[in-house]
């Protein structure tokens, strides 16, 4: 089966910072692939800016270079990336100063959509947006498009918004956060919102409890200062994990509209209780199976920032009082799996007497690797010797059952053309961001507030053992993370 590609009007994309990491592994490969798949038309200009002199010539090289290196992926061929490199442009630009943006200006066309990219570090967001403006490059069909971390607090992601709100209306601005654009993540709401059969039972009463995982091998690698500045809570936790939740745990919203889907996510996030000290667990990977620790990468024996965090959320409102959420993510775990596991209740009652053998149903949605679903019921097990009952797996993956040639589109290229097409429902809206800095805030300053350091688990395992007890405690367990 083949994707069904519906090519987006003519634009002009400038990607600021054209020449960084982001731009070059992620956001312009995902520009070809959309060339390649048929989606950009032949009127699709994009003009990477960045502070380096370069000449179109060496800007379109260095792009070459990245393709070729397989970053693509198999879906670009030869002729594809010649097809993009005859799109690009490239202008030196400075945010700090007024340096190139008159040239930038003159390569932009009127009226047609119009988006700048911000590919920079987040100190220089504020300083882009005034620039854009300033040189009068806003048009009504601007849209800016932010990458994340969308500040680093309450407050700070309070003066960013009220900084872009001075050159943009709400309705212009991106957030970015990619795994919204992950087709299984969208997945969460088709199932949810196109099936009768889990509706009714995703509620308090018929929910035991859903844990929420996403768990890396990697370690912080060459992204050692951003991280150590961050930690697990800020990089995963308040964007990523809590979209999450706020997809498993919203409302219907009325419509899949832009506005309807964030403001459901919103009331979630607003009805999140704070974290009790008891119901947070935060860790460091240390040394082990010939794997470094994560002081050794960051070079910094006193770091206290956490690789690692456990937490039970619980959501005071009427669908979801009493069913905790587990959420955990961290590096250097065991395994790379993002999964989302809602267990159901028992049945009311055993026709099959006390003894028989019992295991709650599962419905567990797999984001990588393998995207897919699981539900796990209970049968009779096969074969004489009475009615004794046994567990097993209704399997789905995805890509066996949409066909195996069909390609899963990398979340920057569905994120990148819902941008053009002015499409919001992927982006976070500015009070789902401060909100969720509104809850995450008090945990984080309170591991500021204490000397201790996070419990250190061995690089290659699941993480501490403490967040093991913080499920034991309840009587529940983790899921292997395999
Ligand atoms: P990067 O590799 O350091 O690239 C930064 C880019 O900004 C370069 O193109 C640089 O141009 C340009 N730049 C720096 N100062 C500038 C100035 N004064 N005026 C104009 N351009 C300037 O950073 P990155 O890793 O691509 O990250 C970019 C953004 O994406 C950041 O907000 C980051 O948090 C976010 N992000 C990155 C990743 C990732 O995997 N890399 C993942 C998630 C989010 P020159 O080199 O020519 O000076």
Redesign the pocket.
């Known amino acids: 089966m083949v994707a069904r590609v519906i090519p987006v009007d003519p634009f002009d994309l400038v990607v600021?910072?054209?020449?960084?990491?982001?731009?070059q592994?992620?956001i312009l490969p995902a520009l070809c692939r959309r060339l390649a798949e048929g989606q950009m038309p032949p009127e699709a200009q994009i003009i990477g800016?960045?502070?380096?002199a370069l000449s179109l010539a060496a800007f379109k090289e260095m792009v070459a270079d990245n393709l070729a290196a397989d970053r693509g992926g198999a879906r670009i061929s030869a002729d594809d990336i010649t097809a993009f490199l005859d799109r690009l442009e490239y202008v030196t630009?400075?945010?700090?100063s007024g340096d190139g943006w008159q040239e930038l200006g003159a390569r932009l066309r009127p009226d047609i959509t119009r988006a700048f990219y911000?590919?920079?570090?987040?100190a220089?967001f504020g300083?882009l947006a005034q620039r854009v403006s300033e040189h009068g490059l806003a048009t009504p069909q601007t849209r800016i498009v932010v990458?994340?971390?969308f500040g680093h607090d309450l407050d700070s992601a309070r003066a960013l918004n009220a900084m872009l709100a001075q050159h943009f209306t709400e309705a212009q601005i991106y957030r970015i956060d990619?795994y919204l654009g992950k087709e299984t993540v969208q997945n969460l709401m088709a199932v949810r919102f196109a099936n009768i059969l889990f509706e009714p039972l995703w509620n308090a009463r018929f929910v035991d409890h859903v844990q929420i995982t996403v768990a890396e091998t990697v370690g912080v690698g060459g992204?050692a200062d951003?991280y150590d500045q961050s930690g697990a809570m800020r990089d995963m936790v308040q964007n990523h994990l809590m979209q999450l939740l706020c997809l498993i745990a919203m409302e219907p919203p009325h419509r899949f509209d832009p506005d309807a889907v964030r403001d459901e996510k919103l009331k979630v996030i607003r009805a999140l209780d704070p974290v009790a000290p008891g119901d947070v667990v935060r860790g460091q990977y240390g040394a082990a199976a010939g794997l470094p620790g994560y002081i050794d990468e960051v070079g910094d024996a006193r770091s206290h920032t956490e690789s690692y965090v456990a937490l039970k959320v619980g959501i005071s409102n009427w669908r979801w009082k009493g069913t905790p959420f587990y959420l955990r993510t961290g590096k250097r775990l065991a395994a790379r799996t993002s999964e989302i596991a809602v267990t159901f209740r028992d049945p009311p009652h055993s026709i099959f007497g006390e003894d028989a053998e019992w295991r709650e149903n599962v419905l567990v949605i797999r984001l990588q690797p393998n995207e897919g679903m699981t539900l796990r019921v209970m049968i009779k097990e096969p074969g004489p010797g009475g009615m004794r009952l046994k567990d097993v797996a209704l399997d789905m993956s995805f890509a066996k059952a949409l066909g195996d040639d069909m390609q899963i589109p990398d979340a920057y290229e569905r994120l990148i053309m819902d941008v053009i097409r002015g499409n919001q429902t992927l982006f976070m809206r500015g009070d789902e961001v401060e909100a969720a800095w509104a809850w995450t805030d008090p945990v984080i300053g309170a591991w500021t507030a204490d000397a201790t350091a996070p419990l250190s688990y061995p690089a290659g395992s699941d993480g501490p053992e403490a967040a093991a007890r913080l499920l034991q405690r309840d009587e529940r367990q983790w899921r292997e993370v395999r």
């Open positions: 600021l910072g054209a020449t960084g990491d982001l731009a592994r992620k800016a960045a502070r380096s630009i400075d945010a700090r911000f590919s920079v570090a987040p220089l300083d990458e994340k971390p990619h992204r951003y």
